[in-house]
Structure formats: structure tokens, C-alpha cells
């Protein structure tokens, strides 16, 4: 007694290649979604990444700034100007001595404001503290002082210049 096989033709239901088209649709906009979400997340650690050049190249191409009137201020008050791209702060110190710095932490890079009544520069993102006469990082993570400006104060103007 011999059994033959018989192999059939697999067939093709109506709705299964309409699954398969979907299938492949469904993973082709899947792939997609997932290359726009890495993208998403990879530009803003590209940016962290090469700001320090472009700062370094934009804020070199600034080497003085005329601030009209900036001697008026009155003592114990700050000044928050553009220098170059960057945020700076003019300090009329209580004692009648003149600081100017860099307002960018030097941690993460967020603008740091000058607080009188405690005689310092905070970073508020982190908790960061600087010297608000010399620009020295005291406490917290940042790693780095401040830029510091030389001040020369005019009779119409104060002229901030690199030191």
C-alpha cells in the first residue's frame, strides 16, 4: 500500500493581504515615529554639547560695550545688558565700586541674578553662588567663575570691556 502526499497551494483569503499592507503600513510609520523621537532627544544633547564653541567663537567677536547713561545708577543696583550674545551685569556696588561679569552660570549655562540685600550672584537653577565682586564661584556645582569685564566709567557712559 503506498500514501501519496499531496502538498496544496496555499491560498490567499480575501482580507489577508489587506491585513499585510496594514501590518507594513502600521510598522513603517512606527520606524518613522521612532526616528522623530530620537531626533526629539538627540538635538537638545547635540546643543549642550556644541554650545561651548559657538559661545566661545560669538562672544569673542564683542570686545567692548558703551552702556549710555549706566553711570547714573545708583549704588547697590545692578545693570543687565547684552554682551555680544551673552547676558552680562553691571554691579554698582554699596561701597561705590564697579563690577561687571558674565551672567551665565558656568554649571548649565542659566542667567544668574544679583541679589543685594545678601551681597551675592545666585544661580537659580542649582543653587549656585558668586562672588558679586570678582565673579569667583563660592558654593554649589558650578565649576568655574565668571567672566569678569573690566568697568571704566565715563562722564555720558560706562565702557565694559574684556579683561
Given at each position: 500500500m503506498s500514501t501519496h502526499i499531496v502538498l496544496e497551494e496555499p491560498?490567499?483569503?480575501p482580507g489577508e493581504e489587506a491585513d499585510k499592507s496594514t501590518r507594513r503600513a502600521f510598522l513603517v510609520a512606527a520606524g518613522a515615529a521612532g526616528l522623530c523621537y530620537t531626533a526629539a532627544l538627540a538635538y537638545p544633547i547635540y546643543r549642550y554639547l556644541a554650545s561651548p564653541e559657538?559661545?566661545?567663537s560669538s562672544a569673542t567677536a564683542v570686545k567692548e560695550v558703551s552702556l549710555k547713561d549706566a553711570q547714573?545708577?545708583?549704588a547697590g543696583s545692578?545693570?543687565?545688558f547684552k554682551f555680544g550674545t551673552s547676558p552680562a551685569m553691571l554691579i554698582h556696588h554699596a561701597d561705590g565700586t564697579w563690577a561687571s561679569l558674565s551672567a551665565v552660570c558656568t554649571h548649565l549655562g542659566c542667567t544668574v541674578q544679583y541679589e543685594p540685600?545678601?551681597?551675592?550672584?545666585?544661580?537659580a537653577c542649582h543653587g549656585g553662588?558668586?562672588?558679586p565682586y570678582t565673579g569667583?564661584?563660592?558654593s554649589g556645582p558650578p565649576p568655574k567663575p565668571l567672566t569678569k569685564f573690566k568697568v571704566a566709567v565715563g562722564e555720558n557712559a560706562v565702557e565694559v570691556s574684556r579683561a
Open positions: 491560498t490567499i483569503k559657538e559661545m566661545a547714573k545708577l545708583p545692578v545693570l543687565m540685600q545678601a551681597d551675592r550672584i545666585h544661580c553662588v558668586y562672588n569667583a564661584n563660592v
